[in-house]
């Protein structure tokens, strides 16, 4: 992104915490992760902090690696209020060196489906086994596709949420459509940002793309296993039910 275009909607931390205020259900389950852990944790794509800070406060030693600016910036001012310091690095997932290992290694938030590519998912995996401690373990989670779902993609927009305008112009509407690339196996999401009060003609304000890979079920233990790690338990949602067919979350324990 050049310096005079504005920053995505996506990666503005204050609308992205808006967006995402009602998700809350895996901060417990990431927390009881990180107590777990004999030692310091690592969390990638740590965004804007929404499972970091609550780790931080709890007095577990984190740090924090995210290739956002912008979010990595609205994280440092959350973790101010919080009264935590949380060390924090701006870098790619795929390549990065921190010098140092951990007992933890996390991605929460269907954050490897940013990654489409096999040589980005490699890289991936060889940088937590590079700051893995002996012993330690790395947990991450994204979604379980639905075929179904996916077979009804298509151009029509829908409404996909609603959240408050950070700097109190009203409510936001964000209306989308989903187009499912079979050959890579990529979900083309498009954004439409539109505030309530305005009219037809100028309700879009801002359009944006984001591009998600599906990982099934077989698959992504075949790739979890290819990269040298052992699955240690793969749960359906984030209250720890052991995965089935069915469920909505792949969330994946692994050493």
């Known amino acids: 992104m050049k310096a005079s275009e504005p920053i995505p909607i996506y990666r503005d931390g204050r609308h992205y915490d808006a967006m995402n205020r009602d998700m809350v259900a895996d901060i417990p389950f990431y927390l009881e992760e990180a107590k777990r852990a004999a030692g310091p944790v690592l969390e990638l794509a740590c965004g804007t902090g929404r499972l970091t800070i609550p780790i931080a406060q709890s007095g577990i030693s ?3 690696v995210d290739r956002s600016p912008s979010m990595l910036a609205h994280l440092r001012t959350k973790a ?11 870098a790619d997932i795929r390549d990065f060196d921190l ?37 330690g373990t790395f947990v991450f989670d994204v979604f379980n ?3 179904a779902f996916l077979a009804q ?16 112009q009203g409510k936001i509407a964000v209306e989308q459509t989903l187009v499912y690339e079979d050959a890579t196996q990529v979900s083309h999401i498009r954004w439409f940002f539109s505030l309530s009060n305005k009219n037809k003609e100028e309700k879009d304000f801002r359009v944006e793309e ?3 890979r599906c990982f099934f079920p077989q698959e992504l233990d075949l790739l979890v296993r290819s990269q ?20 909505m979350k792949q969330v994946v324990i692994c050493r």
Do not use: C, M, W
């Open 153 to 168: 993609s298509g151009e029509t927009r829908k409404l996909e949420r609603e959240y408050e305008d950070p700097d109190g």
């Open 62 to 64: 984190i740090e924090g």
């Open 99 to 135: 010098g140092r290992k951990f007992s933890l290694i996390l991605i929460g938030f269907n954050s490897i489906q940013h990654l489409h590519d096999y040589a980005s998912q490699a890289a991936l995996f060889a940088n937590v086994r590079k700051h893995l401690s002996p012993g």
């Open 145 to 147: 596709p639905k075929i």
């Open 210 to 212: 984001l591009h998600l």
């Open 80 to 90: 101010g209020k919080a009264g935590v310091k949380i060390p924090l690095t701006e």
């Open 228 to 247: 040298g790690f052992e699955i240690v338990k793969k749960f359906g949602n984030f209250e720890r039910k052991p995965f089935a067919s069915g469920d």
